[in-house]
């Protein structure tokens, strides 16, 4: 049997290309947000600064404390996750980038909401906000994408 490539190609409308661009994109601001302050940390001598995710993630000092290492993951997430989803927005056209979309908005929003949590700095609050328009894009893209697929 041989393959046909007209087939097999996604047919987008551009409403639905106009909300991946615009999903990759918010993303793009997402991994921009991780070098905005993201927490409050208390040092030994008692000053108060403001850590972004790469400072917390990457410590030339190294780890010194189980509690550093719970953080450096927390806030690997927070690089990650937005690299991941912005190149599924760019690549894909299909079902799988509205599903990992969802996984990382509820998964980010929740390590922020619960993992810092009192702490929290205007990095994260401002990611916070942007993660929650990316909800709503992605439904919207999902729905658009299944109306799209049944109207064909």
């Known amino acids: 049997m041989a ?6 190609k996604i047919k987008e409308s551009k409403k639905a290309k106009t909300l991946r661009i615009t999903l ?24 108060v600064k403001q850590l972004t995710a790469f400072q917390l993630m990457i410590r030339p000092s190294g780890y010194e404390t189980v509690q550093d290492v719970k953080l450096a993951f927390l806030f690997g997430v927070f690089v ?3 690299v991941v989803c912005f190149f599924f927005c760019v ?9 990992v979309s969802f996984a990382c908005c509820i998964v980010c929003a929740s390590l922020i909401t ?5 702490t929290i700095a205007m990095g994260a609050v401002v990611s ?6 990316i909800l709503f894009f992605t439904t919207q893209n999902l729905l658009l994408t299944v ?3 049944k109207a064909e």
């Open 91 to 99: 690549l894909s056209k299909g079902y799988i980038k509205n599903f």
């Open 80 to 82: 990650i996750f937005p």
């Open 24 to 47: 990759a994109v918010l993303y793009f601001i997402q991994v921009v947000l991780t070098t905005f302050p993201f927490t409050w940390i208390v040092d030994d001598s008692g000053n």
């Open 114 to 118: 619960f993992g810092i949590g009192a």
């Open 3 to 8: 393959y046909n490539r007209e087939k097999s």
């Open 147 to 149: 109306a799209d697929n």
């Open 128 to 133: 916070l906000l942007l993660y929650i328009l």
